[in-house]
């Protein structure tokens, strides 16, 4: 990287060449005010707040305004920013931008935490001259996640440009012009972009904000963090998540420079609503006779029913989740012993997950970061939503087509913060994204093809791909004109990439589609060293679970009785047949479940106890990467729920009869852990252990600021009660401790002086859009291989031919809707649609049926009544059906089903 | 004296038609360039001539031509677009051309399209204008008709294809980049510069973006040659010009006048002086965005250094007259309330300065005003300074308003003493 040296207010610095100068002075430190520049997104000089003084030499005495964020930075630059008329100047922008902002900051949710609050007292803009009306706006209906307040607009343009160029947003734009130009939708409606809840952060003030944290309001600095990792899908996205009362009050995106920067998916910043839900599991219920109903029990009474229940005789089941922390599995597998150990995952995902997890072990393929996605130059995407099923990884991929612009605009002497002219220069132009998928895509609009074929379609595909790469690999010899040349067309392109990635998951549950991924992947690595494989599993810790030695859900099926069953946060029924599930409980003489909300697995258990969701408690999740990443308990403790761990932590003590716990703290979990698995040894060497200080104290959750903790418990006690202590983690409960730049993995909250909105982020960053200081949180605990092992995946043959008289229905997965506990957060479940299945027209017309009509499905033993979507893109015989919605029954997918049209 | 641009321009009378036009030798510098001149030559002929832009920013038209990248493979395709957009208050010399002799532009954007290659070429319309555009329209038709446009012109092997696209009507497409962003189909919003047009413009390529009375000038200079353009004018700057004037004068109009004529000379002789009953007071020269000029000055020479000399702008060189029975503080107010309201909001200074300075006008003119409102005035004419704002938008609205609060500092105090406008 070329420096160059630069002087600022006189004194000499060294910055990166390319950069700009604002760009420079954030990174050095130096406050300099702006709106409408943010670091992931560049520069347009709209607001022109970031004004400084430029000197032509050291004998140019005048100088002239320049706006930092739109001048690259030079050798020998010589930039004022403390003189009287650059001051006077931004004072005057500010004050400009006043003179229509209402007053309105202490009935303002973005009070507090407002960039235009800060930029106001940082420029010194004080008293108002204006004296006349302010001109005012209607405010319009967003929908439930985002609330809209546009009087307080300051026409950063950040929004659109966030929405519309960054995510690819259509239903938010700006209207007018002059100063009356209006940020909002072309009608009140809700916003439909899973993106939206960005708009919250990149919004400087208040015009959107989050209408689920405003339901239980708190100002940040009243607020108790903790540093978290989103359980939404396998992506990881780092989130903090704030407490105060005891209660959730919301979730914000935590930066990591690896994996998702400054954004987070609105599944991972609303679907937090849960944990305050009023059926919570708070208490321990006992059935004590079968067919009896679920009682409230005291500990005691639980811990003598444990000491007969998991007594050494019996024969014991554990089944984990894909859902719970690492350590809550290795928990129950300590308990149960790896014999007994079950994944909790039905027979095909565990199969799927596991072939990907060998694979990457063995192979020498890279599996990116998401940060490294946003840098591939060609893309494919072989069977999986993204949208829908990683929405993140969707959202890295759209940037992924923009670095071909980024190296036109290089070319022609345009640095690729200067975001308009780049984007004018480039126009269209893509760096190429191939989507090879069932059903219509987010990504089709910047795709450069986008193919819809049934799944055995899209195998052959990639099979016929991977054989043009490698002639090693096996190559199906069905293929038609048209596909040979698209496979042609593509294989070559990725071959001649700089940085190829392949993208695939295991979310279409086809064994052939996940081989034919992988066979691709090694094919082209054997043609291009640069290559990335990012394939996508269906829950946070999907990967952490694989690690670990188990078994299937439908291994199960061949014990004939068991003792003793153990279910770890997990409802069943969402991963087998009711059928299969019914005859599991049957057989279990008793059962026990760990969970946070009530579920139909929850209903069938003798003993149930109170599992602390991911903000009660600390834990590891793996993700799809192998990136494992900790959260951190937010809330304090609330007798009697507890962390998963510490419940089976006292099954163990009931079962052996030991006197003292089997692991005092949560370092001790993680000791034995790394000590009985040592695949997850970088938790213990790579990840602060409790005992961790900072200059001799614990890390606070909250900002100096915190007020009320002496008079906050007054209703129940006068006397300051005593602070939650925190033993498992070197984060305390208070605002005492040593707040200043903790580890990247540790951080609770952004502040630095003069910084009380999010922006405060950039002091924690060793540059704009770069990386935490000290290196971003999380390791990876898998790396290519040095020596690739992997073998080609022989050709399987199809098995559609066998269903001439069904259609062959695939799942779609929804980001709002497919995932369990999200669609419990009450914004959230406004978004689920109801149940529907996608029929292509012709199809449609065969059954008879027309949009938004019923049919009734048959499929293995369901049957059930469902709305039909005609839906375009879909091949012929090939119908998608909403998967794991709220209230459907489980159905293996795919599958193949008959349709009969319903008569009212 | 020669009127070249305007010799065949009869009010009330129908445009010549291709023939006619082509027959007056018309069309001659179109044949000559194609057949006789490298593409580089015409442009260093258009620089030799010193031709500045004339619409508004004197811009020389050679330099800006030479700037578009010129090597075959790389800078397809280039575009020409000739900006039409006429909305500078006071200012309606396009319009005469536009609707008085559309061939005479057609015949300048196709030399002007040859000399920097452009395959397409735009004219971007004042809505308003629908005589222009169908006096454009019909000469279009006559163009292709005759070769002159289309493929192979003229047997030269050069292609071009020129487009008329009517504007939605606001101020700021007469910015060059809002303009390309406009006719683009995106707000109309001006661009970060540079890159400028030459290097991305329209669609991201190669772009030249031409006032109409310089582009109506390309033909003739190559017909007639660089030495010939330089002689019709009375200053460095080479060619005649389209003055005119409006307000309280006895004959308001236009008139093709040598550059540098003065400003005297124009007033007095072309429009006949003032009204009976009204004194001069003050002038725009070129358009609303230029500062006063008043008596001290009516002996200038119109041209763009003489005006920059007299601390305004030549502009467009229509002039706007202020008399003595109308009042400077809403005569100014009546101008800032178009600029406020023609702000397309991009930019903080502009967007949410001009409104404010043009509530302080109405307030002074109806008698609310204070004196802390005049040094509000003030500092807005340095915060809305070049270099502050996005574009040149607010900075054109500062310069009647700096100059008016100099030149009618008293009248501006008097409606603040009595607390009433005392021309009511």
């Not at chain 1, 910055?15 to 347009?44: R, W």
């Not at chain 1, 999200?822 to 959230?828: C, N, Q, R, V, Y």
């Not at chain 1, 979507?869 to 794991?884: D, F, Q, T, Y």
């Not at chain 2, 030399?111 to 279009?140: N, S, T």
Request: hydrophobic share 35%; glycine share 8%; proline share 5%.
């Amino acid at each position: 990287m070329t420096m160059v040296k630069i002087q600022i207010d006189g004194k000499q610095y060294e910055v990166k060449q390319g950069k700009n100068l604002l760009e420079a002075g954030l990174t050095l430190g130096i406050d300099i005010p702006h709106f409408c520049y943010h670091p992931a997104m560049g520069s347009v000089g709209a607001c022109r707040l970031c004004a400084v003084k430029k000197f032509r030499d050291a004998d140019d005495k005048q100088g002239r305004i320049v706006m930092s964020c739109l001048e690259p930075v030079t050798e020998g630059m010589i930039i004022e920013t403390r003189d009287d008329t650059s001051k006077d100047f931004r004072a005057s922008v500010v004050e400009g931008l006043m003179t229509n902002h209402p007053h309105d900051c202490p009935v303002c949710d973005e009070g507090g935490e407002c960039h235009l609050q800060d930029m106001t007292v940082m420029t010194g803009h004080n008293y108002r001259h204006f004296d006349f009306k302010k001109r005012t706006h209607n405010n319009q209906y967003l929908g439930p996640f985002i609330a809209h307040e546009m009087n307080r607009c300051i026409q950063c343009y950040r929004c659109v440009r966030f929405y519309r160029d960054y995510a690819g947003g259509k239903d938010l734009n700006v209207f007018s012009s002059h100063n009356h130009v209006y940020f909002g939708r072309h009608e009140e409606g809700t916003l439909e972009s899973e993106f939206s809840g960005n708009l919250v952060e990149v919004c400087p003030t208040g015009v959107f904000t989050d209408k689920t944290f405003h339901k239980h309001f708190t100002r940040k600095w009243d607020l108790s963090n903790a540093p978290s990792v989103c359980t939404g899908c396998s992506v990881g996205c780092n989130i903090i998540v704030s407490e105060r009362y005891g209660s959730l009050r919301r979730v914000m995106n935590r930066y990591n420079g690896a994996v998702n920067g400054y954004f987070i998916c609105d599944r991972g910043r609303f679907g937090y609503e849960f944990v305050n839900d009023e059926k919570r599991i708070r208490t321990i219920k006992i059935r004590h006779k079968k067919n009896d109903n679920q009682e409230e029990a005291e500990n005691e009474t639980l811990i003598s029913l444990l000491k007969t229940e998991l007594s050494k005789d019996k024969r014991i089941i554990g089944i984990g989740s894909p859902r719970a922390s690492i350590e809550s599995n290795f928990a129950l597998s300590t308990l149960v012993g790896k014999e007994n150990f079950y994944h909790g995952i039905s027979k095909k995902e565990h199969l799927l997950t596991d072939t990907i997890l060998n694979f990457m072990k063995q192979s020498s393929i890279r599996t990116p970061s998401l940060k490294q996605m946003e840098k591939a130059d060609a893309v494919l995407v072989l069977g999986e939503d993204l949208v829908n099923t990683a929405p993140m990884v969707a959202l890295a991929l759209r940037q992924s087509t923009r670095n071909k612009s980024f190296e036109t605009a290089e070319k022609n002497g345009i640095p690729s913060w200067n975001d308009a002219p780049l984007r004018e220069l480039a126009q269209d132009e893509k760096s190429p994204l191939f989507v090879i998928t069932s059903f219509k895509d987010s990504l089709d609009e910047i795709a450069e093809n986008s193919i819809r074929e049934s799944y055995d379609g899209i195998a052959n595909l990639g099979f016929a791909m991977a054989g043009l790469l490698d002639t090693k690999a096996p190559s199906p010899s069905n293929l038609n004109k048209e596909h040979q040349n698209l496979a042609e067309k593509i294989a070559t392109i990725l071959k001649n990439a700089k940085n190829p990635l392949i993208v695939s998951g295991v979310h279409s549950g086809d064994e052939r589609m996940v081989q034919a991924a992988l066979n691709m992947a090694k094919a082209l690595s054997s043609v291009n060293k640069n290559c990335m494989l990012s394939m996508v599993l269906p829950e946070s810790n999907s990967m952490g679970l694989a690690m670990m030695p188990g078994k299937s859900l439908d291994d199960l099926a061949s014990l004939e009785e068991i003792d003793t069953l153990v279910v770890l946060e997990n409802d069943l029924y969402r991963r087998a047949s009711e059928k299969s599930v019914n005859a599991l409980f049957e057989k279990s003489k008793k059962v026990i479940v760990l969970d946070h909300l009530i579920n139909k697995t929850t209903q069938r258990a003798d003993l149930l106890l109170p599992a602390a969701t991911f903000v009660e408690a600390e834990g590891t999740l793996v993700s799809h990467e192998g990136r494992a990443q900790r959260f951190y308990k937010a809330l304090p403790d609330k007798e009697p729920v507890m962390e998963s761990w510490r419940w089976i932590g006292e099954m163990i003590q009931a079962k052996e009869q030991k006197q003292e716990a089997t692991w005092k703290r949560f370092d001790d979990l993680v000791a034995s852990l790394t000590h009985e698995l040592p695949v997850f040894d970088g938790l213990e060497k790579h990840m602060p252990d409790a005992d961790f200080r900072m200059l001799n104290e614990k890390v606070p959750r909250q900002t100096l600021r915190y007020s009320g903790r002496t008079s906050m418990n007054a209703k129940v006690a006068v006397s300051e009660t005593r602070i939650t202590l925190d033993e498992d983690s070197p984060l305390t409960f208070s605002m005492e401790g040593q707040s200043e730049m903790p580890p990247s993995s540790l951080t609770p909250f952004y502040w630095t002086p003069g910084w009380n909105s999010v922006q405060a982020l950039y002091g924690y960053l060793d540059e704009p859009n770069g990386s935490m200081k000290g290196g971003d949180p999380g390791i990876r605990l898998i790396e290519p291989a040095e020596n690739d092992n992997t073998e080609y995946f022989k050709e399987m043959s199809s098995t559609s031919e066998n269903h001439e008289r069904e259609l062959q229905i695939v799942p779609v997965y929804q980001i709002f809707g497919s995932e369990e506990l999200s669609t419990k957060s009450p914004a959230l479940a406004k978004r689920i649609k109801d149940p529907f299945i996608y029929l292509n027209p012709e199809d449609a017309k065969a059954v008879g049926v027309d949009d938004d009509e019923l049919v009734h499905l048959e499929i293995d033993d369901n049957k059930l009544e469902i709305k039909v979507k005609i839906e375009n893109s879909l091949p012929k015989g090939v119908v998608g059906m909403a998967k794991n919605f709220p209230e459907m029954p489980f159905v293996m997918l795919p599958g193949y089903g008959r349709f009969k049209k319903i008569n009212s | 004296m020669e009127r070249p641009l305007t010799e065949h321009i009869k009010p009330g009378a129908p445009p010549l038609t291709f023939e006619e036009y082509r027959k007056a030798g018309g069309y001659e510098g179109v044949r000559k360039a194609l057949k006789e001149m490298s593409p580089t030559e015409v442009t260093n002929l258009i620089k030799d001539a010193k031709l500045l832009g004339r619409g508004g920013a004197g811009f020389p038209t050679g330099v800006k031509w030479s700037l578009v990248p010129m090597e075959p493979d790389r800078s397809k395709p280039k575009y020409l677009v000739c900006n039409a957009d006429e909305m500078e208050p006071g200012t309606f010399k396009d319009r005469y051309l536009l609707e008085g002799n559309p061939h005479q532009l057609i015949a300048g954007m196709i030399v002007a399209a040859y000399a920097i290659q452009a395959d397409k070429a735009y004219i971007f319309l004042r809505w308003a204008y629908k005589k222009a555009e169908k006096a454009l329209r019909k000469a279009l038709a006559e163009a292709y008709e005759a070769g002159y446009l289309g493929e192979n012109i003229l047997g030269s092997g050069f292609n071009l294809d020129l487009n008329i696209h009517v504007s939605a009507g606001r101020y700021i497409c007469g910015e060059e980049t809002a303009l390309l962003n406009s006719l683009e189909g995106k707000r109309a919003i001006p661009r970060t510069k540079p890159p400028f047009p030459a290097a991305s413009g329209l669609f991201g390529r190669p772009t030249v973006v031409n006032n109409v009375e310089t582009l109506s000038w390309a033909s003739h200079i190559v017909s007639h040659g660089a030495a010939w353009f330089k002689s019709l004018s009375l200053t460095e700057t080479g060619g005649t010009k389209i003055f005119g004037v409006s307000g309280r004068v006895k004959n308001p109009g236009l008139w093709e006048l040598p550059m540098g004529t003065t400003v005297r000379e124009i007033l007095e002789e072309h429009a006949g002086g003032m009204t009976e009953g009204y004194r001069f007071r003050g002038a725009l020269p070129g358009g609303a965005s230029t500062d006063f000029l008043v008596e001290q000055h009516l002996d200038i020479q119109m041209d763009f250094a003489t005006v920059a000399a007299a601390g305004s702008r030549m502009g467009t060189g229509t002039m706007i007259i202020l008399d003595d029975k109308t009042c400077p503080v809403a005569f100014l107010k009546n101008i800032e309330r178009f600029f406020a309201l023609e702000s397309c909001g991009w930019c903080t200074p502009c967007r949410e300065g001009l409104p404010w300075v043009e509530k302080i006008l109405t307030a002074i003119e109806e008698g609310r005003g204070r004196m802390e409102h005049l040094d509000t005035l003030k500092s807005q004419t340095k915060y809305l300074a070049p270099g502050h704002t996005f574009c040149a938008h607010a900075p054109g609205a500062a310069e009647p308003l700096q100059s008016g609060l100099k030149y009618f500092h008293d009248d501006f105090v008097q409606h603040i003493h009595d607390k009433k406008c005392p021309w009511k």
